[in-house]
């Protein structure tokens, strides 16, 4: 048996699975389900950072992964946005990066930035 | 003449205009000190904002954004740059800012939504020096989030509020080694799903009743001492930890920035820090609506636009139809209930469900909100997992109140059910 | 060659230097860190003493007095936030009573004006939070509050305005005497003068020892303070001592000039460079307090602090001609009452100095003022004026305190300009509020770099070395 918090959303249900059948309890909804299943096979995150913009008035731009990518990923996702540099007007959700450090999940803006 | 104006652009500010555009009052004003509307949510870069709302786990500043696009539809008017000095005993608000400059604005009526400010140092009075490289959590997610700084290399972060956590994993992620985060009582302030994604993800450790109890360091910070406590709060000889740092980040707790409150008159709830209000938000003064974190420190943001649009339409509802009658039931608390919000609910409030946050002060695995009117049961609430750090909110339907008729006032109680 | 150089730059080297700024002489001020009043001046109670605790016929009863005088005065002229609101020793006892009685003929020998015993009920109707148990107290009505810091900047401004060399970051490493003096400074610079003036504070003792015998030795007596929000501010209107007993000399309770409420000090032997605060200052100096004001909320403190008082093994200024070293004045050991006392201080310097040969010819002009601009005090009218001419005057930065942009360029470029958060902090009052720079910390620290031209991550707190940020993010 595991034990774990739910991320799924700010209830925090606390979950218990047994590794073997991957039976859950203690979730609320199915969501708690799924997310207690993919906890112990392959954790995924969404991902939120920062990445270099030229502006006349921000520096730093807000980004996400559009979905969750592997925990594993992380790192390498992070050493990659080191570098990432954008230039305004960017507006809410566009495309920072393609495909993130092979995770398959784009990178998107979530602030909206003027020339 | 303004129908309306809104002190602060946050998330509070944003609803309330919003809802009172709605609800049919077309002369709005919001005024905003930063160069940009949303307030705190700009810097919270992290996701899990509007789930409640929208559904989604979005971050602050696409919260903050789904806002101001609804108002960009409305003709709500914005000054950002624009600090409020001062609100008159007629609600006029007095504001300055560098393109007009110092001015008077007259409204019929005004909504409160300032925010919140971090406790600081001080307030807590942690003994040791005073170099460079103690921070509240908020300004250094600021300098990291929106000016764009690294703010330490190894860092102690007391206290485990929501922006503490939150920052272990920013500055984790951003390279840096975060070596403890220490917290004073039992148990988080936090949320739990922020404890396991921010500090058990990144293997960080939280030290429940351990606290900072001396600073070192003559320039900048090169170290501080963590102690463990007694169940006074008091630290205990002989546990004295040495953490080697350069940074000491403070969680330690949000107050209701509520001093234009205070000049204007109104008196504030000493357990919420904020304005006594009635169901509608309104604050004892005639006109002067408050909601958000200026009012209580909220948990969540969905809570704080759900309590601010209350108030937009409350004001919309007091400007087209003047002021309710004031005749009301007192809220009281008892069983480990430590504030409601409102203080204090009309008998005719014209509102069909009466919305009231509280907080409660312990763990609970189950137990009832229960409402009563003397020995009358009004209403009971079940809930799971109730913790000090995470709001309750009920939503108490306005017919039920019939059964209070006698009474002036109505208590709030908690009872543990296991 | 200098005719006069000044070794600190404290409220006593800051009054000093205002002293001999009227005078045709060529003067240097050396301070060791990057701002004036940075040693005890910075942290102490902030109080004008009326005079009636020094020994009757000491140096140090005439020079608090008189230096209580031309505080207010100077302060006055020079825009410095001060204020004459009394001060009151309350007595708990017989014991103490008697101890009032004493203080009232010291304060009557030593000329103290408007003195007068009081009883408990009077004390009260004064200032209704006093305790029940306060059974009479002294009222003089001659102390006062003051912005230490503010007083010694202003002071030093105007001795700037009018020639005075101040050199910031100079601690000074040797002096070596033959004709003249030869001064030499962590900078590599040399100075080369006829008269020196040490006013070195707590290192007093060091540079004394520079140029001759040990004289005296600065014993450094640490205090501890509460510093509480503007909420707790009326709390008092006046400067509330206690009596010392067995225990103490006590703590004090006072408004400061900004509208905050200080609490303190305690008194521990200290090391010179130690300004820390300790868990148990700070129950001794707040179980204290509340016995003369129990209404105290604590929980509205802001900020604590510690200051060093440099006291010497005598119970009397350390003022005079150096005995190995002629031309050498030690202004040393200048302990409480030395903020009220240094304008006095700075005064009897000239005069001695004169008895030490040095030739003094006033100057023809001598430029006694120093316009200070705070916004949130004008008039509505003013206001709009000063945004129109400049609109950074419209942009507060600073909330607690109503801190315009404009204010805090002004202080980056002022006689003695800031070059710290802090610097521009003491000078305009930006981050000293109630969330002590949470919120303009970070665009103080912005406007730094871009008003004195350097990057984000050079910018300090306080001295060399307190760097606020560490890196750039994303550094690639």
């Known amino acids: ?115 | 003449m303004y129908d309306l104006i809104v002190v602060g652009g946050g998330p509070a500010g944003l609803a309330a205009a919003n809802a009172a555009w709605q609800k049919g009052i077309k002369k709005i004003l919001i005024l905003e000190r930063d160069r940009e509307l949303g307030g705190i949510l700009n810097q919270c870069i992290h996701n899990g904002f509007g789930v409640k709302t929208f559904g989604e786990a979005l971050s602050g500043p696409e919260y903050a954004y789904r806002f101001e696009k609804m108002l960009e539809d409305t003709g709500v008017e914005v000054k950002t740059d624009t600090m409020v000095l001062d609100i008159d005993d007629d609600r006029t608000v007095e504001a300055v800012n560098p393109t007009d400059g110092f001015v008077r604005y007259p409204a019929k009526a005004v909504i409160l939504a300032m925010g919140c400010r971090e406790r600081t140092r001080g307030a807590i009075s942690i003994p040791g020096t005073r170099p460079a490289g103690v921070f509240s959590a908020g300004t250094a997610q600021r300098y990291m989030n929106i000016d764009g700084f690294m703010v330490g290399k190894r860092v102690v972060i007391l206290g485990s509020g929501d922006i503490g956590l939150i920052m272990a994993r920013r500055l984790t992620l951003e390279g840096a080694k975060v070596l403890a985060c220490v917290e004073i009582m039992p148990v988080s302030s936090g949320l739990r799903a922020n404890i396991a994604r921010c500090l058990d993800d990144f293997g960080i450790p939280l030290l429940l009743s351990h606290t900072v109890t001396e600073i070192r360091g003559d320039k900048r910070v090169s170290g501080v001492t963590v102690q463990k406590v007694d169940e006074h709060m008091q630290p205990i000889p002989g546990t004295e930890q040495l953490f080697d740092c350069d940074t000491l980040l403070l969680s330690v707790g949000l107050v209701p920035e509520n001093e234009l409150t205070k000049n204007a008159d109104i008196s504030l709830d000493p357990r919420t820090r904020g304005a006594y209000v009635y169901e509608n938000r309104e604050t004892e003064k005639e006109g002067v609506f408050a909601c958000g974190n200026v009012l209580h420190v909220h948990d969540l943001v969905d809570f704080v636009s759900e309590e601010a649009t209350f108030a937009g339409e409350a004001a919309a509802d007091y400007i087209l139809n003047g002021e309710r009658p004031r005749d009301c039931y007192r809220v009281t608390t008892s069983g480990g209930v430590t504030y409601t919000v409102p203080q204090m609910i009309r008998k005719d409030s014209g509102m069909k469900l009466v919305n009231i946050y509280m907080r409660v002060n312990r763990r609970v695995r189950k137990g009832d909100i229960v409402i009563r009117a003397g020995e009358t049961e009004i209403a009971r609430y079940h809930k799971e997992n109730l913790a000090p750090g995470e709001m309750i909110n009920t939503a108490l339907p306005s017919v039920l109140m019939q059964k209070a008729e006698g009474h002036d006032a109505l208590e709030v109680a908690l009872e543990e059910t296991e | 060659m200098y005719d006069v150089v000044i070794i600190g730059c404290g409220v006593v080297g800051a009054a000093a230097a205002y002293e001999l700024a009227r005078y045709d002489l060529k003067v240097a001020v050396l301070e060791a860190e990057n701002d004036v009043a940075t040693g005890s001046s910075k942290a102490n109670s902030a109080i004008l003493h009326a005079g009636y605790d020094p020994r009757p016929g000491s140096l140090m009863a005439k020079l608090n007095v008189e230096g209580n005088r031309l505080a207010f005065e100077i302060a006055h002229r020079l825009n410095v936030p001060v204020e004459r609101c009394g001060s009151l020793v309350v007595a708990f006892n017989e014991k103490d009573k008697e101890h009032l009685q004493e203080l009232y003929r010291r304060g009557i020998e030593n000329g103290v004006p408007d003195l007068s015993i009081i009883s408990g009920e009077q004390a009260r109707e004064l200032e209704p939070n006093l305790d029940p148990g306060v059974k009479g107290a002294l009222l003089a009505e001659s102390a006062g509050i003051i912005s230490p810091w503010d007083y010694t900047l202003a002071m030093a401004e105007v001795a700037v305005k009018n020639g005075v060399e101040l050199f910031l970051n100079t601690r000074v490493t040797s002096i070596e005497k033959d004709e003249v003096f030869h001064i030499r400074s962590s900078k590599g610079k040399e100075f080369e003068t006829r008269y020196v003036i040490n006013a070195a504070g707590v290192n007093s003792d060091i540079v004394a020892e520079m140029v001759g015998e040990r004289e005296f030795s600065v014993r450094p007596v640490g205090g501890e303070y509460f510093l509480l929000d503007k909420s707790e501010g009326s709390r008092v209107s006046r400067v509330i001592f206690q009596c010392p007993n067995e225990l103490g000399k006590g703590v004090l309770v006072s408004r400061t000039v900004h509208g905050n409420l200080i609490v303190g000090p305690d008194a521990v032997n200290s090391v010179r460079n130690d300004k820390g605060v300790t868990a148990e200052g700070l129950n001794y100096v707040r179980r204290t307090a509340l016995r003369s004001v129990p209404s105290i909320q604590f929980r509205d403190n802001i900020r604590n602090f510690a200051g060093i008082r440099a006291n010497t093994e005598f119970d009397e200024f350390c003022i005079g001609e150096s005995r190995s070293a002629k031309g050498f004045l030690n202004l040393a050991g200048i302990k409480s009452p030395g903020l009220t006392a240094a304008a006095a201080i700075g005064v009897y310097a000239r005069e001695l100095l004169d008895g030490m040969g040095l030739e003094l010819r006033k100057k023809d002009e001598f430029d006694d003022t120093r316009p200070v601009i705070r916004f949130k005090e004008l008039p509505d009218e003013e206001k709009n004026r000063l945004i129109k001419e400049d609109p950074a005057y419209g942009r507060v930065i600073c909330r607690c305190e109503t801190v315009t942009e404009a204010e805090i360029v002004a202080a980056l470029h002022s006689v003695i300009p800031a070059s710290s958060i802090n610097g521009v902090k003491r000078r305009c009052s930006a981050g000293m509020g109630r969330c002590q720079g949470g919120f303009c910390s970070p665009r103080v620290l912005r406007i730094i770099a871009r008003e004195l031209g350097i990057d984000e991550t050079e910018v300090l707190e306080e001295g060399e070395g307190s760097n606020v940020l560490y890196s750039r993010l994303k550094e690639v």
């Open chain 1, 1 to 115: 048996m595991r034990e774990m918090t739910c991320l799924e959303c700010p209830r925090g249900c606390q979950l218990m699975i047994d590794e073997g059948t991957l039976e859950v309890t203690g979730n609320s909804c199915p969501k708690g389900e799924a997310f207690a299943r993919s906890e112990i096979t392959n954790p995924m995150r969404v991902l939120t950072t920062t990445v270099v913009i030229r502006s006349r008035n921000e520096k730093m731009l807000p980004v996400r992964t559009q979905d969750p990518i592997p925990k594993s990923s992380m790192a390498a996702a992070m050493n990659y946005i080191k570098n990432v540099r954008v230039k305004a007007p960017v507006e809410v959700g566009d495309i920072i990066v393609s495909d993130l450090a092979d995770t398959g999940v784009p990178l998107i803006a979530t602030k909206r930035v003027s020339e």
